[in-house]
């Protein structure tokens, strides 16, 4: 099973928003809404922020939003904080296992 | 609170075996199962396998299957993996994370702080 697709890095200024997208198959992604999103810093275990496509848990700041249009899923951060700088991953259910994606590293500039 | 707390740091030889503990505390340690991921040093998430919370069945990716095995100890609400024939590119943080199954099992949710294994000669 291939790693869901998503871009390297992306950056921007406190306030912005981003998006980080994450690309997977009708086998994956597109097939169920079980996505995933976790936020990594470094040195710490992944956090959850986003699963089953658009929940956030408890705790879970709502400037944090998710989505899926076919094969893609998307997380979206607004009003941009310099502790959202981490590393963020997408994960799916495929098939009788669990996909994640390559990992985007976000800079707050 | 959900608690996961993992085995310290091992520094195992090529070809030895390493045994990772993952203490539940917290919740209803029978109604939920683990996913193993690893993560190599810069490197990203890998999904090794999961245990269901039913009956402890179990399934491995692909490539650790023959080298990997996943138990539990219901008494001890403790979940193990163990990976044997160890070669220096298993060199990564081990993370045990908890994940709700129905009739597959859903990404996890609350992980483990991590355990380190250094595989060097």
């Known amino acids: 099973q291939s790693a869901l697709t998503q871009p390297a890095s992306v950056s921007g200024s406190p306030g912005q928003s981003i998006t980080i997208s994450c690309t997977g198959t009708?086998?994956?992604?597109?097939?169920?809404?079980?996505v995933s999103w976790y936020q990594q810093h470094p040195g710490k275990a992944p956090n959850l922020m986003i699963f089953?496509?658009?929940n956030r848990p408890s705790g879970v700041s709502d400037r944090f939003s998710g989505s899926k249009s076919g094969n893609t899923a998307s997380l979206t951060i607004s009003g941009l904080q310099a502790e959202d700088e981490a590393d963020y991953y997408c994960?799916?259910?495929?098939?009788?296992?669990?996909?994640f994606g390559g990992g985007t590293k976000l800079t707050v500039l | 609170q959900v608690q996961l707390v993992q085995s310290g740091t091992e520094v195992k030889r090529p070809g030895a075996s390493v045994k990772v503990s993952c203490k539940a505390s917290?919740?209803?340690?029978?109604?939920?199962?683990f996913s193993w991921v690893r993560q190599a040093p810069g490197r990203g998430l890998d999904w090794m396998g999961w245990?269901?919370?039913?009956?402890?069945?179990?399934n491995y990716a692909q490539n650790f299957q023959g080298r990997v095995t996943m138990t539990r100890d219901i008494f001890t609400s403790t979940a193990y993996l163990e990976l044997r024939s160890l070669r220096s590119d298993d060199t990564a943080v081990y993370y045990c994370?908890?994940?709700?199954?129905?009739?597959?099992?859903?990404?996890?949710?609350?992980w483990g702080q991590g355990t380190l294994v250094t595989v060097s000669s």
């Open positions: 994370a908890r994940i709700i199954c129905g009739a597959d099992c859903h990404p996890p949710d609350y």
């Open positions: 917290g919740y209803s340690f029978t109604a939920y199962g």
């Open positions: 245990i269901s919370p039913h009956n402890g069945n179990t």
């Open positions: 009708s086998s994956d992604v597109g097939g169920y809404n079980y």
């Open positions: 089953e496509v658009s």
């Open positions: 994960s799916s259910f495929a098939r009788s296992s669990t996909i």
